[in-house]
């Protein structure tokens, strides 16, 4: 099928997929509102085969040493299938299944899966990651940019309406250095500005409150999240199978007969 953007439907909801375009999430409107901040980098985009930063762009498997493109530097972050334009497998009105194979740089040769799936009332995101040959290391995640403020009327960024409200209770945060990376101390939570990692072992549970508009729910069974606020336009909440730099530091191997699997569902409720 083609990579051209598509909509899938379910009620009043629509999701926009741009699978020429990272097989991301361009777009989610509820009731005529859009949650997602606009544009080509933006929207929700999939983190594979690692999330967030990776520390001077290198990651060790067993003896081999891997170096991947400094796109931050001096760091390499948010993994390479957003970069790419992923096949579209099947689509029906409310869901589609989308593949990537990992090409270089990534040196091991694989298969990312990506489920999108709307109904009236929740958008689940699914994702795995399998290999064609030997086992390696990789991680999951989702960037989703919410819109901070869903506007006064059907869904511009601007307008009369409050902000966004985020509430969420972690049992720990990762510390952040000096370098935006973990040191690998665990602190009690701070309040925002965020861009930080934090655990939450029960899984993700996030909250995102338009006031007199929308209440949005992101969860997953995964138990690291990220939260970054400090954008004027958007929040970002990223659910994800490790912290950053978690190929060196916390490694989930996919093997021939484990592929690697994650899922994030946004509900929402409208107030």
């Not at 990376?181 to 965020?194: A, Q």
Request: glycine share 12%; net charge negative.
């Amino acid at each position: 099928m083609s990579d051209e953007d598509f909509t899938l439907t379910a009620g009043d909801a629509e999701v926009t997929v741009r699978p020429g375009n990272g097989g991301r999430v361009g777009g989610l409107r509820v009731g005529g509102a859009e949650l997602l901040r606009q544009g080509e980098r933006f929207g929700c985009f999939p983190m594979v085969p690692w999330c967030g930063r990776i520390r001077d762009g290198r990651f060790r498997d067993g003896a081999d040493v891997h170096q991947m493109p400094l796109n931050a530097p001096p760091h390499a972050i948010h993994g390479t299938v957003r970069d790419g334009a992923w096949k579209v497998a099947r689509r029906s009105a409310d869901e589609a299944v989308l593949t990537y194979d990992l090409v270089d740089p990534w040196p091991y040769p694989g298969r990312v899966t990506q489920i999108v799936a709307l109904t009236e009332d929740a958008l689940t995101l699914s994702m795995a990651v399998e290999t064609y040959g030997s086992s390696f290391p990789a991680q999951i995640g989702w960037h989703p940019w919410f819109n901070r403020n869903l506007g006064a009327g059907t869904g511009g960024t601007g307008g009369t309406s409050e902000d966004v409200e985020v509430a969420f209770a972690p049992a720990w945060q990762e510390e952040r250095g000096a370098d935006h990376l973990p040191t690998g101390n665990r602190i009690e939570p701070k309040p925002g500005p965020w861009d930080d990692c934090f655990g939450m072992p029960g899984g993700v549970s996030v909250s995102l409150t338009w006031p007199g508009r929308l209440r949005l729910e992101v969860t997953s069974r995964e138990k690291w999240v990220v939260v970054y606020d400090e954008q004027e336009a958007a929040v970002c909440v990223e659910p994800q199978t490790g912290p950053p730099d978690g190929l060196n530091t916390l490694p989930r191997l996919v093997t021939p007969l484990e592929p690697l699997e994650a899922t994030t569902t946004w509900s929402w409720t409208r107030l």
